[in-house]
């Protein structure tokens, strides 16, 4: 009979890494290399193309072009038309937030009978 067993880091007795643990440590490795191209001001993310387009967006949508002709113009998917248009109509009627009204908290009775 053969034994599989798995020691500290995850390998089998046959040298090989288990699933799981392998997924382990390949996140963990990209998050150290995330958090220190962080620190060196190499990672910033990705840049939203798509919402950086959004004035000409909702202006061809204005001029009666069509979502297909605005996305083939700007150069951005249809999906990103579609999902700038949506969100103005989001905002456009979402009801506006009522007004903050705070009131002085009552005094406390703070006597014992």
Same mark, same amino acid.
């Given at each position: ?60 949508? +204005?001029?009666?072009?069509? +979502? ?27 009801p506006a937030a009522p007004p903050v009204t705070r009131t002085l908290a009552r005094p406390r009775d703070l006597s014992l009978s």
């Amino acid at each position: 009979m053969f034994s599989n067993e798995i020691n500290a880091l995850g390998e089998s007795s046959g040298g090989v890494i288990v699933g799981g643990v392998f997924t382990q440590i390949m996140l963990e490795r990209q998050k150290e290399g995330i958090a220190k191209a962080h620190n060196e001001g190499k990672y910033r993310g990705r840049v939203p193309t798509a919402r950086a387009e959004a004035d000409l967006v909702f202006a061809l949508d +204005r001029a009666g072009k069509t +979502r297909e002709a605005a996305a083939e113009e700007l150069g951005i998917s249809i999906r990103s038309v579609f999902h700038i248009l949506w969100t103005r109509k989001d905002a456009e009627n979402a009801p506006a937030a009522p007004p903050v009204t705070r009131t002085l908290a009552r005094p406390r009775d703070l006597s014992l009978s």
